[in-house]
Every structure is written in structure tokens, then in C-alpha cells.
């Protein structure tokens, strides 16, 4: 025989109406900490989407190459134009700069044939070759760069940190 409480202030289990209130009002905030925790990721992952691709996008620009698009050479800084015209095409589609090197600068897309680069010596490469080299490059550059910053913030190496005290000022 389970014996049980008709008062209204009491759940199935003995909980009282109090504490699953306190206990659903810390769920609901879990799961608002955890959603904003994933915009703000998101967030942080488009402003460097968006950063890359401007990266890539000047360098193209302002690349002492020759770009060949259906077989006709062009100027960097026309290259650029065309290849920022097809990303505000595709925009929405894009998630990664993989993403906008491939829809982006990669083929004509009434053509098929793939865009071409030039480079100084006569040789002529993809412009998907050339431009993932490129990322690969920004990515190495970028990761270092965020290792100096953390080193240069972290105690000196001895780890004491500065001394505090009245001597010091």
C-alpha cells in the first residue's frame, strides 16, 4: 500500500510544487544558456566565413596573375568583380570558404570549363588550386598568429607573474 497525499502543493514522488518550479525554471535557463552558446558559435564562425572570403577575394584582387575564364584572359581586379558578383549569388549556400572558392571561382557556370590562373612564369594552374593554396596559407598564418597572441598574453616563464607590493610601484 502506497499512501497518498491529497494536498495539491504535493507531486507524484513527494516533490513539492516549490522545488520542480526551481527545478524546471533551472532547466529552461540550461537550455537558453546552451542555445545562445550555439548563436554565439554560429556568430563567430560567419564573421570568420566572412573575413576568409574577404581575404580571398583581395587577393585575388590585387594578385599579379592572369585569370582565364572561357578561354579569354582577364585582369585580376575583373576576376575579383566576377567572383564577388557569383558570392552574393550563391551566398546563401555557402558555408564554408571551400564553399565559396567552389561555387564561386571555380567554372563557368554556363560553360562548365574551369577558370584558370596565369601565373608570371607561364604556368597555368585551376583557380580551385590556386585559391585553396591560398586558404591553406591564411589558415597557417591565422593559427600562428592567434598562438603569439596567446603566449604573449600568458605569465612570464618563470610563471611567478610580477611582483606586487609597495617596492614595486
Known amino acids: 500500500y502506497i499512501p497518498v497525499c491529497r494536498d495539491p502543493r504535493i507531486i507524484k514522488?513527494?516533490?513539492?510544487?516549490?522545488?520542480?518550479?526551481?527545478?524546471?525554471?533551472?532547466?529552461?535557463?540550461?537550455?537558453?544558456?546552451?542555445?545562445?552558446?550555439?548563436k554565439k558559435a554560429d556568430d563567430n564562425m560567419k564573421e570568420d566565413l566572412e573575413a576568409t572570403i574577404a581575404h580571398l577575394l583581395e587577393y585575388v584582387r590585387t594578385a599579379d596573375v592572369v585569370f582565364i575564364r572561357n578561354g579569354k584572359e582577364?585582369?585580376?581586379?575583373?576576376?575579383?568583380?566576377?567572383?564577388?558578383?557569383?558570392?552574393?549569388?550563391?551566398?546563401?549556400?555557402?558555408?564554408?570558404?571551400?564553399?565559396?572558392?567552389?561555387?564561386?571561382?571555380?567554372?563557368?557556370?554556363?560553360?562548365?570549363?574551369?577558370?584558370?590562373?596565369?601565373?608570371?612564369?607561364?604556368?597555368?594552374?585551376?583557380?580551385?588550386?590556386?585559391?585553396?593554396?591560398?586558404?591553406?596559407?591564411?589558415?597557417?598564418?591565422?593559427?600562428?598568429?592567434?598562438a603569439d597572441t596567446a603566449s604573449a598574453a600568458s605569465p612570464d616563464s618563470t610563471g611567478k607573474g610580477e611582483e606586487c607590493g609597495p617596492d614595486s610601484l
Open 13 to 38: 514522488g513527494g516533490m513539492t510544487m516549490k522545488i520542480f518550479m526551481t527545478v524546471a525554471a533551472v532547466a529552461v535557463m540550461l537550455v537558453s544558456v546552451h542555445a545562445a552558446a550555439e
Open 74 to 146: 582577364h585582369s585580376a581586379e575583373d576576376a575579383e568583380k566576377h567572383i564577388r558578383k557569383k558570392y552574393n549569388h550563391y551566398k546563401k549556400k555557402i558555408k564554408t570558404p571551400e564553399d565559396f572558392i567552389e561555387k564561386s571561382a571555380t567554372k563557368s557556370m554556363m560553360s562548365g570549363k574551369k577558370y584558370q590562373i596565369k601565373l608570371k612564369d607561364g604556368t597555368v594552374i585551376t583557380s580551385q588550386d590556386w585559391l585553396l593554396a591560398e586558404l591553406a596559407r591564411y589558415r597557417k598564418a591565422q593559427t600562428e598568429a592567434a
